[in-house]
């Protein structure tokens, strides 16, 4: 079993729809928790951390359930510019390293 | 200011070749990471350094794999013997490290490696 699992879509949505992507951790160690945006043939990059508390950054949500393993990203009215793959990503307490997800595909349909 | 850098950008090399893959973490920034991402997959993680020394080594796959760091800022990831299953992005990442919690790790571009 994968220590990160993800649905790889993709995903095509409409723009201005919502969408919700979730994501499963297998170490119930794990002590951080993250979404990373990679466009095609990008780096990837830090779209927002995801506490237990649950965290809004605009048009972007991110919530984390401990007892589950389960961590979920929901975007709101979705723009054209949202296309891309979107990284589940969880590390270890006193472990420096990332565990990335296989990635979920998303495209944003005019 | 600048981000992480990464040289070549591309390489293609013949199956048995030796490689060296170039990385400039951001000024100041005390951690790096080497990380491989292979067409559809996420990044998998190969090492970790800490200043000069590897703190954690545990992903690279075999010993044919090796990096170093020698005055704590850029790293060269040196891969013997290329097989056409290392080819991949090997993207490098550093971060701040202050302390207390994770920090934000930065990617730079990646090395796109094709061994033919």
């Known amino acids: 079993r994968k220590e990160v699992e993800q649905d790889p879509g993709p995903f095509n949505v409409p723009e201005g729809a919502t969408v919700a992507f979730n994501c499963t951790y297998s170490n119930s160690a794990s002590q951080s928790f993250f979404w990373y945006r990679q466009d095609c043939r990008k780096e990837p990059k830090l779209l927002m951390s995801v506490y237990s508390s649950g965290n809004e950054d605009g048009r972007f949500t991110a919530q984390l359930n401990r007892a589950s393993q389960y961590i979920s990203l929901l975007i709101r009215d979705s723009k054209l510019s949202d296309s891309a793959t979107y990284l589940c990503?969880?590390?270890?307490?006193?472990?420096?390293?990332?565990?990335f997800g296989t990635g979920t595909r998303l495209t944003i349909i005019p | 200011g600048a981000g992480v850098s990464q040289t070549p950008s591309n390489k293609v090399t013949e199956k048995g070749k030796y490689v060296e893959l170039r990385c400039d973490p951001i000024?100041?920034?005390?951690?790096l990471y080497w990380y491989r991402q292979s067409l559809g997959q996420g990044p998998e993680f190969l090492i970790y350094f800490q200043g000069t020394g590897a703190a954690d080594d545990s992903g690279l796959p075999n010993d044919r794999f090796f990096a170093v760091r020698p005055e704590g800022s850029v790293s060269t990831l040196k891969i013997q013997r290329t097989e056409r299953g290392d080819s991949a992005v090997y993207l490098c990442?550093?971060?701040?490290?202050?302390?207390?919690?994770?920090?934000?790790?930065?990617f730079g571009p990646g090395t796109r490696l094709t061994v033919l």
């Open positions: 990442a550093s971060s701040s490290l202050r302390g207390g919690g994770v920090d934000e790790q930065f």
């Open positions: 990503v969880v590390n270890g307490f006193g472990n420096e390293k990332l565990t």
């Open positions: 000024s100041g920034h005390t951690a």
